[in-house]
């Protein structure tokens, strides 16, 4: 007996030095980033306008299962809103603070066979738990639903109140966009009792196809197919299932662009067995590893947005290949990527600003994949995508702006695509009229002339002199003279649309009349109030050119003196009810942080006579317009680059150029953030006597040596370092 205790006694003592070893060890864990997970709130942006989501991702992967509240409807683009407690069911894709329904693959909804009928669409709202990799929720019913994912593959748990319960499966179900019938064709096979295969042909914002297997863990019973409604091109059915005494069923989806048996390769894969709290705890691995490239020191708040930004902002691009590296191109063939990378959900007219500047700095291995994926677009289709969706354009917004996404990497040193190809697409894709561009009218006029482009005039004319700057800028560097002085005149463009008399850009029909009446500070946008301008007015689109001629705007509008004025003008006139429709939202006089052509005018302040002034205004839009409740974000999250904007306003620099190696530097919102980067190094910004009053800078040092320019380079941030701002109130001398 006595050896008995004292092996229990020597037992006992081991295990507690393991629970304080084990203790330690997550401490440490904690304090290196590597469980940034616990302070992301997914709800943030899930009310009002930030359109995202609280379903379960991978970071960049190609589903995110969660539940859909509606199918249709501006406040449901990600087919989820905070305040609603109805449900249709559990659908597999969508994407994140879009404007415009899409995806919704593949519904289905678990329902208690004896409850009552009229519960099977509602849930407890206090029930609703999510982290990243995992959202669950409890019907009235009283179902539980629970769900992660891997990168391609949806896991579904269902625990029902008895031991039967049926599963509704649609697989008609879509989030919709000014559309009824979304699928065109369909053809699903029921393989075996488990087993059920297929694809859907849909027609929404974009045309595409999805493969898919389900695969359930128990046989179901005899389906019984509901009745096809008037639009219906796909079916529904009711599965019925024996749970036995655990009243567990467990489901698993796999998508594939290619096949259903793309599909199968990436079920077996992904997920080859049933265990599904491993393939959450595999998930949230893979966030925590992810979101510990930064660690920060700040509130609970303050930490609480900025990992929420963090984790919002990797919800996508999404590698929509196959684990074996296949995908279906834009021409609706079947390849193989480079890597095995090819990325969809490029919303390039919002990503390019921040998004992908951020990306290149915190995740720089996925650039090469990112630009390989757009020239292998362009070979497909003749020019560079504009706003792709598993793989297919919808031509969404306007530019070409995967042209300064493919310079941003050239400059910053990335080698992995072929930069001769780089070019030859960006010069076709600026020469050969397509659908998002009309080269002759644009080159025969020096713009576009409003009465032969009757939509959007001015703000094309301004955001293809941008992307025809960035044409010049790289095929100088690659010794192409002729073409680089063919883009750097047309990249002037935009000063043949200034009105010396209102000091804006102005409409301008062939004859080179102005647009009359004009009305600086009412917003246009092509669905809802049509005219010169996109989601935005003369006052906001005025900054446009400024992305890469700061210069040559000062010299428009008569010096540095004169263009601070304008900024200040710019942010005290006052907006007349601004329409969130047409992208006037989070609005400070004429600055409308809702919407993405704005997101740098803030940073302009540091090329002014007074960069204190914008410094006072960032720090004003963070706590204003930033939150960590669901209408936390105000405006459309647009797959990352509101998130981003945070990200980066909080460490004190922007891409005022997004093409360019400048970060403009601004005021830091946080007391430290350490970047931990891809290559080893570390990079750690810090905020010295910064308060609740001392908001702006007043020097900042790279490495102990004062920065004399408004900037910092990429090279210097990826080198790694310490940056120090020294933090101010902004009427200190």
């Known amino acids: 007996m006595f050896h008995l205790f004292l092996n229990s006694l020597v037992s006992r003592k081991v295990q507690m030095r393991i629970f304080l070893l084990a203790l330690c060890l997550i401490a440490l864990s904690a304090a290196n980033g590597q469980n940034n997970a616990r302070f992301v709130n997914v709800f943030i942006g899930t009310d009002g306008t930030g359109h995202t989501f609280p379903g379960p991702s991978m970071p960049f992967g190609m589903v995110q299962p969660g539940p859909d509240n509606r199918e249709q409807g501006w406040n449901h683009t990600s087919g989820y809103q905070y305040q609603d407690s109805v449900l249709m069911g559990f659908s597999q894709t969508r994407f994140s603070g879009t404007g415009i329904n899409e995806m919704g693959d593949i519904l289905l909804l678990p329902f208690s066979e004896t409850g009552d009928v009229t519960f099977r669409n509602r849930y407890f709202k206090n029930s609703e738990k999510a982290v990243p990799g995992y959202y669950g929720v409890t019907k009235k019913d009283q179902v539980k639903v629970e769900l992660t994912c891997s990168e391609r593959v949806a896991f579904h748990r269902y625990t029902f109140p008895e031991e039967q319960g049926k599963v509704l499966i649609d697989f008609q179900h879509g989030l919709r ?16 009792e488990r087993t059920i295969s297929g694809y859907c042909h ?10 898919f297997v389900v695969k359930f863990d128990i046989p179901f019973g005899k389906p019984e197919q509901t009745a096809r409604r008037k639009y219906d091109n796909a079916p529904r059915y009711i599965l019925p299932f024996q749970c036995g005494r655990q009243k567990v069923l467990l489901v698993k989806i796999a998508l594939s662009t290619v096949n259903a048996d793309g599909a199968e390769l990436n079920l077996k894969t992904e997920i080859p067995g049933w265990n599904f709290d491993q393939v959450k705890a595999d998930a949230e691995k893979a966030w925590n590893d992810l979101l510990g490239r930064i660690d920060i020191e700040a509130d609970g708040k303050q930490r609480e947005i900025f990992y929420t930004s963090l984790y919002h902002f990797m919800l996508q691009p999404s590698n929509i290949a196959d684990v074996d590296g296949k995908y279906r191109g834009a021409d609706d063939k079947i390849a193989t990527a480079p890597g095995k990378e090819y990325y969809s959900t490029l919303s390039i007219w919002d990503i390019y600003r921040g998004a992908f500047p951020l990306l290149q700095i915190l995740f720089p291995e996925k650039t090469d994949g990112i630009i390989n994926s757009m020239l292998l677009h362009h070979k497909a289709k003749g020019f560079l995508p504009i706003w792709t969706a598993w793989g297919q354009d919808n031509y969404c917004m306007i530019g070409n702006h995967a042209i300064p996404m493919i310079l941003s990497a050239c400059n910053k040193g990335f080698t992995g695509f072929d930069k001769k190809e780089a070019l030859r697409a960006m010069v076709e894709t600026s020469t050969i009229s397509h659908i998002n561009s009309d080269w002759e009218l644009y080159n025969k006029y020096g713009y576009y002339p409003f009465d032969k482009l009757d939509n959007e005039a001015v703000s094309r004319t301004l955001e293809s002199g941008y992307d025809d700057w960035c044409v010049a800028q790289m095929a100088a560097a690659l010794g192409d003279q002729p073409t680089a002085e063919i883009f750097h005149r047309r ?21 080179g009349n102005w647009r009359t009446p004009f009305d600086p500070i009412t917003a246009t946008s092509p669905m809802n109030n049509p005219g010169d301008y996109t989601e935005a007015n003369a006052w906001q689109y005025f900054w446009t050119p400024a992305q890469f001629d700061v210069d040559g705007m000062k010299k428009l509008l008569g010096g540095t003196e004169a263009f601070t004025r304008q900024l200040n003008d710019f942010f005290t006139i006052e907006a007349k009810n601004p329409n969130k429709f047409l992208g006037q939202e989070a609005m400070i006089g004429q600055y409308a942080h809702g919407n993405e052509p704005g997101h740098h005018i803030l940073y302009l302040y540091a090329f002014s006579g007074t960069p204190r002034v914008g410094q006072q205004y960032i720090h004003r839009v963070i706590n204003e317009f930033h939150n960590n409740t669901p209408n936390g974000m105000i405006g459309n999250d647009d797959c990352g680059q509101m998130s981003a904007w945070y990200i980066l306003s909080s460490l004190g620099f922007y891409p005022v150029n997004p093409a360019g190696n400048e970060y403009v530097l601004g005021a830091p919102q946080l007391k430290k953030a350490t970047l931990h980067l891809a290559t080893g190094k570390k990079f750690t910004v810090a905020a010295k006597n910064i308060s609740s009053q001392n908001i702006c800078t007043d020097k900042a040092f790279l490495n102990g040596v004062l920065i004399e320019n408004p900037y910092i380079t990429y090279r210097q941030i990826m080198n790694g370092g310490n940056l120090v701002f020294e933090m101010v109130h902004p009427t200190a001398n």
């Open 491 to 511: 990249a002037n463009y935009y000063k043949n649309l200034y009105d010396p008399d209102t000091r804006l850009f102005r409409g301008k029909d062939t004859k």
């Open 202 to 211: 849909t027609k929404n914002w974009v045309e595409r196809k999805y493969f």
């Open 177 to 192: 966009f000014l559309t009824d019938s979304l699928v065109l064709n369909s053809e699903v096979k029921i393989e075996d």
